[in-house]
């Protein structure tokens, strides 16, 4: 069953597993591209599903070795528009980076970590930017109960922002 007769089948459980073993037999220059193409599925989640599913079978039987570098620089253009496969790129790059005890940097396939919260936060503090979670006693406002302060609706946004 070629992709375009996966496309045809109505029933996304079929096409599923039709993309997971197409996934599973591609050929690693044909890989990205597969990729791209199951991801134009119109049912978005079940497509999404299924590239999640290979993209950690590939990762977890590349991780150990060199050839993830390369696997995982052809892997980050075709997950970029999906935030949740983007993420879990990330998150084998920081895995393989621990387990292998390998430097990493932000913005490098194979070390795309992002910096840490806590990190993030000294570096803003560096520059004269004050958390302001971190107020001291002293320092009371009156919209903080009992010393435990209740961050403004632009703060949590924020943090949000920051933290994804």
């Not at 609706?153 to 933290?163: D, F, G, P």
Request: hydrophobic share 35%.
């Amino acid at each position: 069953m070629n992709i375009n007769d996966i496309l045809q089948n109505p029933d996304e459980h079929v096409r599923f597993a039709a993309y997971l073993d197409q996934l599973g037999r591609v050929a690693d220059l044909d890989e990205v591209d597969l990729v791209r193409r199951v991801l134009t599925d119109p049912d978005r989640t079940m497509a999404q599903s299924a590239v999640l599913r290979h993209l950690d079978r590939r990762a977890a039987g590349l991780c150990p070795g060199p050839a993830y570098e390369g696997w995982a620089q052809a892997m980050t253009p075709a997950t970029n528009a999906r935030p949740f496969l983007a993420q879990r790129l990330r998150e084998w790059s920081l895995f393989r980076a621990v387990t292998l005890k390998l430097p990493w940097q932000p913005g490098r396939p194979a070390r795309i970590i992002q910096l840490a919260p806590a990190q993030d936060r000294r570096r803003n503090e560096h520059r004269g930017h004050r958390d302001p979670r971190r107020r001291r006693p002293h320092q009371a406002d009156p919209q903080h109960r009992e010393g435990h302060p209740q961050p403004s609706k632009r703060e949590l946004k924020n943090q949000l922002t920051h933290n994804s």
